[in-house]
């Protein structure tokens, strides 16, 4: 018994160790030098500096989360007035400026408006933890509603995501969407939470994931009131009726290239995919921009 209880401590404390290295709010030291993202967070750093992002307008947006938080977004309007929307989610560790370089393309090629949000637990957002797209999917709602309520009944949103973002729109596809949101874009998304960390135990810490991912869960559960099993982007696509692009870069070893075969597969709505070989993870825009805008433009423009 003695044995257990030391056994049962020990995991408790491992679980403990996890939640704040990846789901507590907090630097993410781990990321920088990863060779697995190549350099997705220079590139994302880089970004949210943009002479872009400088050179344009943005008005600092705020609602309130489902659950009381204060969410941070930017809003940039087109150049000329469009009853279109490209709300851009930004990746793990990131914030709402990372997106700058979709936010160029869409406000300047395609003439949206523009919204890219802080994801709670990120920048100018609250939130002491990170929701892994399940509770953001949630929040994404909230975006939604405040766009409709911005720009009215015959606005035409588009969602887009990268990373954890691209796991934030795919959670938020399988809910009761609005019929303003006519397409999704997800780029280098994992299928769930659970087989994320799964992977990245035995990965980067060569540690299997029994029983650690479920001491790891429970502690995020009743810290951060989620299983890692309840946040499946794989089954909300299940449920999906808007139509989603999926992307993914063939050299992706952070979120396995195997996984978008996976969603994309257990997709149920309209459906399309766009594989750039040899792009790392986060990186197929930059890898193949033309070849990028070109399947988006393709795509949306079914829809939008």
Same mark, same amino acid.
């Given at each position: 018994?003695?044995?257990?209880?030391?056994? #049962?401590?020990?995991?408790?404390?491992?679980?403990?160790?996890?939640?704040? *290295?990846?789901?507590?709010?907090? !630097?993410?030291?781990?990321?920088?030098?990863?060779?697995?993202?190549? +350099?997705?967070?220079?590139?994302?750093?880089?970004?949210?500096?943009?002479?872009?992002?400088?050179? %344009?307008?943005?008005? +600092? =947006?705020?609602?309130?989360?489902?659950?009381?938080?204060?969410?941070?977004?930017?809003?940039?309007?087109?150049?000329?007035?469009?009853?279109?929307?490209?709300?851009?989610?930004?990746?793990?560790?990131?914030?709402?400026?990372? @997106?700058?370089?979709?936010? $160029?393309?869409?406000?300047?090629?395609?003439?949206?408006?523009?919204?890219?949000?802080?994801?709670?637990?990120?920048?100018?957002?609250?939130?002491?933890?990170?929701?892994?797209?399940?509770?953001?999917?949630?929040?994404?709602?909230?975006?939604?509603?405040?766009?409709?309520?911005?720009?009215?009944?015959?606005?035409?949103?588009?969602?887009?995501?990268?990373? @954890?973002?691209?796991?934030?729109?795919?959670?938020?596809?399988?809910?009761?969407?609005?019929?303003? %949101?006519?397409?999704?874009?997800?780029?280098?998304?994992?299928?769930? =939470?659970?087989?994320?960390?799964?992977?990245?135990? !035995?990965?980067?810490?060569? #540690?299997?994931?029994?029983?650690?991912?479920?001491?790891?869960?429970?502690?995020?559960?009743?810290?951060?009131?989620?299983?890692? $099993?309840?946040?499946?982007?794989? !089954?909300?696509?299940?449920?999906? !009726?808007?139509?989603?692009?999926? =992307?993914?870069?063939?050299?992706?070893?952070? =979120?396995?290239?195997? @996984?978008?075969?996976?969603?994309?597969?257990?997709?149920?709505?309209?459906?399309?995919?766009?594989? *750039?070989?040899?792009?790392?993870?986060?990186?197929?825009?930059?890898?193949?921009?033309?070849?990028?805008?070109?399947? *988006?433009?393709?795509?949306?423009?079914?829809?939008?």
């Amino acid at each position: 018994m003695k044995i257990i209880i030391i056994l #049962l401590l020990i995991f408790i404390g491992i679980g403990l160790y996890f939640y704040n *290295v990846a789901i507590k709010r907090s !630097k993410k030291n781990f990321l920088f030098g990863n060779e697995d993202l190549g +350099d997705i967070i220079s590139t994302n750093r880089e970004d949210a500096n943009s002479k872009w992002f400088q050179s %344009v307008n943005h008005e +600092d =947006v705020e609602i309130n989360s489902w659950d009381g938080l204060k969410l941070h977004g930017y809003f940039i309007e087109p150049k000329t007035p469009s009853d279109k929307i490209a709300i851009l989610i930004h990746g793990y560790a990131g914030r709402a400026e990372g @997106m700058s370089a979709f936010g $160029k393309f869409y406000r300047e090629d395609l003439n949206y408006n523009i919204l890219m949000p802080d994801n709670r637990g990120h920048g100018k957002s609250d939130g002491n933890y990170i929701g892994f797209g399940w509770h953001d999917r949630l929040d994404c709602l909230e975006w939604i509603n405040y766009i409709i309520d911005r720009f009215g009944e015959d606005s035409k949103i588009l969602l887009h995501g990268i990373s @954890m973002g691209g796991a934030t729109v795919l959670m938020t596809s399988g809910e009761d969407l609005p019929k303003n %949101v006519k397409a999704i874009v997800s780029d280098c998304t994992y299928t769930s =939470v659970n087989d994320q960390l799964k992977y990245q135990l !035995k990965r980067m810490y060569k #540690l299997p994931s029994f029983p650690i991912l479920q001491f790891t869960s429970l502690i995020t559960k009743i810290r951060a009131g989620y299983f890692f $099993k309840d946040a499946s982007a794989l !089954k909300q696509v299940d449920k999906s !009726k808007a139509p989603i692009l999926f =992307v993914h870069g063939t050299k992706d070893i952070f =979120v396995p290239y195997e @996984m978008v075969n996976e969603l994309y597969k257990n997709c149920v709505s309209e459906k399309d995919i766009f594989i *750039v070989p040899d792009a790392q993870h986060g990186t197929a825009y930059r890898d193949d921009r033309e070849g990028y805008e070109k399947k *988006v433009i393709e795509f949306i423009g079914k829809y939008i």
